[in-house]
């Protein structure tokens, strides 16, 4: 059965009831404006959003792929435990579909298995290119060093979307 897994900004824009939809605390806890909070808690109450937390384990192998990835520093606590809900999801049999338009969720989804989708209006962005980058000494790789780290200077390498926009 298909299910959606909802983040910030899927429950901020809305998402079609006909889904049984799951989010994670960390979630709701994300969200700042009091109307969309109360929306979200009367759609809890109701039943239209399950919110679940993940067991350790899912989230600790969330963690380590983030970190594999050079993620880690991208991918919110709250971010990182709806990844997680989404393969335990998956792994109970269920057929998750993370809603996020979130560039660093969506990439994770995409690392990790998981099928995604986004919200924004105008339809489905494709999935973008990466460039992979030191923040200690500027350099840009092209091939990203496979222990994550700039055999340069050092410092754990990190990724932006290759447009040059900053996703946070
Ligand atoms: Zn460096």
Known sequence: MKV???????????FSPAELAYTVGAVLAELRDELTRLRVESQAASGMIN?????EHYVALVAEE??????????????????????????????????SD???????????GLQYRSL??????KRFRWVTYC??????????PPDGVCPVCGTALKRRPSDGVRVR
């Open 51 to 55: 919110i679940r937390e993940p067991d």
């Open 120 to 125: 924004a209006v105008g339809g489905i962005r």
């Open 4 to 14: 959606l897994v909802l983040d910030s900004s899927a429950l901020i824009q809305g």
């Open 66 to 99: 983030a970190r594999r990835r050079g993620e880690g520093a991208s991918l919110s606590v709250a971010d990182a435990a709806l990844l997680s809900l989404a393969i335990q999801l998956k792994d109970e049999g269920l057929e998750p579909v993370v809603a």
């Open 102 to 112: 979130d560039y660093a969720v969506q990439n994770m989804a995409e690392h990790l």
């Open 135 to 144: 923040p200690g000494c500027r350099r840009v790789f092209e091939e990203a």
